[in-house]
Structures are given as structure tokens and as C-alpha cells.
């Protein structure tokens, strides 16, 4: 079967970092996304990993290792308006559908 | 750039009716997909066109759920007979072959309440 795991809640203050991890056991690995959603809203795109290593884009930055089959999202000088579920999203050999996790809820105090 | 949108956004319907939903992708992308997601959850995949091929369906998609994508533009998913444990968003997402990350874009969704 395919697992992704992820923490349910975080909580953290404004300016702040914040690092949400998720872990996968996949029949296979073509990649890994993270998406952001607000309630009631649509996952949008953050990022995108395939080679082990840090991406960085603003704010945000994924990182990924295939060997261990982790990855993190790391958010930097938060802003009450982070405060969104962070999705953590896989796509296995075959397909292109993608795996979700459950998703972080991150909670950004003043 | 319009983005995927999809229609209606809310939908609330009894059980047993039918309920359809129309998805409209990003212009130029050829793959879409539909997911749905329930409260507290991650999004669960449900099916996939490249162009007007239906390439895949998952073990979700009971037979009362069906998908087209007659034109490879546009697609409705119709749910027949509708049952409380539909109640759900219903996500719909696009992307394009041939490019480095074949990343999907997501529309609003679709909140569907069967009561």
C-alpha cells in the first residue's frame, strides 16, 4: 500500500521558522509536491522535489531525501496569513495521479 | 491564465438524486483529474483523462460514478443515486504533458452535501 505521514497541527509565532516533515513509504517515487490550502479553498502549488536536496523559493523551501524517503517544508518569517493546511503529495511510477497525506494544519500565532 | 474552475461551487441534493459537476481545465493543458477530499483529510485521487482518453480510475469510483471528458476540454463527473458518504468536495485539477514537473493546478471545488 502507499502511506504518506505527516504531523495533524502545528503551532507557531509570527516571524518565526517553521519546518513541517513528511515521511512516505511508496511502491515507487517520480517525485514530490507540497501544496498549501486555505479552508474551503483549493490546494495551490508551492513546490516540487525529484532529486534529493533543498529547493528554495522565497519563504518557502522543500527538501527531500529518496533514501529515507522524507521530505520538509520550510517556512520562514511567518505571516498570520501561513495559517493553512500544508499538503504533502506523491507521485508513484505508472501514473500520474498523486498521493496525499492528511495534512498539517499550521496555526500561526501573533 | 484563468485557472481550472468548476461549477457549481455548492451543491446540496437528497439522497438518491443524481448530481452532476462540470470541470473547465487550464486552456492548453491535455490531462485532468478529479479528486475528493473530506474533512480533515488529504485529497483522494478518482480518475484521469489525457485529452479524452480516461487513462485511469481508482477503486473509489463505484459504478455509480461515472466521468466523460467527450471533447478533451472540459469534464463532468455524475454521481447516480447519491448517498450521504458522498458528502464531500469534489476537486477538480489540471496539467500539461512535456513539462518538467507535470504540476496540477486545482480548481475551487465542488462542496456536495447528500442529506
Known amino acids: 500500500g502507499q502511506n504518506i505521514d505527516q504531523p495533524t497541527e502545528m503551532t507557531a509565532t509570527e516571524g518565526a521558522i517553521v519546518q513541517i516533515n513528511c515521511t512516505y513509504q511508496?511502491?515507487?517515487?517520480?517525485?514530490l509536491f507540497w501544496y498549501q490550502q486555505h479552508a474551503g479553498e483549493a490546494p495551490t502549488f508551492l513546490s516540487y522535489?525529484?532529486?534529493?536536496g533543498l529547493e528554495e523559493k522565497g519563504r518557502f523551501s522543500s527538501f527531500l531525501s529518496r533514501s529515507k524517503g522524507y521530505s520538509y517544508l520550510l517556512l520562514k518569517e511567518l505571516q498570520m496569513k501561513d495559517s493553512a493546511s500544508y499538503l504533502c503529495?506523491?507521485?508513484?511510477?505508472?501514473?500520474?495521479?498523486?498521493?496525499f497525506g492528511s495534512g498539517t494544519r499550521l496555526l500561526v500565532r501573533p | 491564465d484563468t485557472g481550472v474552475s468548476q461549477d457549481p461551487r455548492h451543491k446540496i441534493t437528497k439522497r438518491g438524486q443524481n448530481v452532476t459537476f462540470r470541470c473547465d481545465p487550464i486552456?492548453?493543458?491535455?490531462?485532468l483529474y478529479w479528486y475528493r477530499q473530506t474533512l480533515g483529510q488529504g485529497p483522494e485521487f478518482l480518475t484521469y483523462?489525457?485529452?479524452?482518453?480516461?487513462?485511469?480510475k481508482s477503486r473509489l469510483l463505484s459504478d455509480r460514478f461515472s466521468a466523460e471528458r467527450p471533447k478533451g476540454s472540459f469534464s463532468t463527473l455524475e454521481i447516480q443515486r447519491t448517498e450521504q458518504g458522498d458528502s464531500a468536495m469534489y476537486l477538480c485539477?489540471?496539467?500539461?504533458?512535456?513539462?518538467?514537473?507535470?504540476?496540477?493546478?486545482f480548481g475551487p471545488g465542488t462542496r456536495l452535501t447528500v442529506l
Open positions: 485539477a489540471s496539467s500539461m504533458t512535456g513539462t518538467d514537473t507535470d504540476t496540477q493546478y
Open positions: 511508496t511502491s515507487g517515487f517520480n517525485g
Open positions: 522535489n525529484v532529486l534529493d
Open positions: 503529495a506523491v507521485v508513484v511510477p505508472g501514473g500520474y495521479k498523486l498521493i
Open positions: 486552456s492548453e493543458h491535455n490531462r
Open positions: 483523462f489525457q485529452n479524452e482518453a480516461q487513462l485511469e
